[in-house]
């Protein structure tokens, strides 16, 4: 009777990690922060190139991710401009296989000019 009552309660608590997954739930990496009005990567571009380069948080949908490693991802934008993402010190990977997911980060952003690309070093990374 214990063993089945202990059993029970294994599988339950599989069933729900297993569904933690569902649409509104936030999965963290790095720095847990929360979301306090995020610009759009567009914005981020623009706030850039007028040198407002300040902590911020920025809300896209992701279009190529690392599949190796989920050490880096690009963001979509309207202007047609790279928007590369990398994480502070390297200090954490995100999951694999998530081009297309929404993501907001937290970090600071600035214009690589020998690359000619816009970049993002993320202290924290929600995928929704």
Known sequence: MMRTWILSLVAAAIMTACS????GVKIFYGEKFDVNAPVTTDQLIT??????????????IIEKSCSHRGCWMTL??????KLFVSYKDDAFTTAKKIDGKKVTLIGNGSHNTEKDQYEFVADGVILN
Do not use: L, R
């Open 20 to 23: 933690s997954n569902s649409e």
């Open 76 to 81: 979509e934008n309207e202007a047609g401009k």
């Open 47 to 60: 706030a850039i190139d007028n040198n407002d380069t300040a902590k911020t948080q920025v809300s896209g």
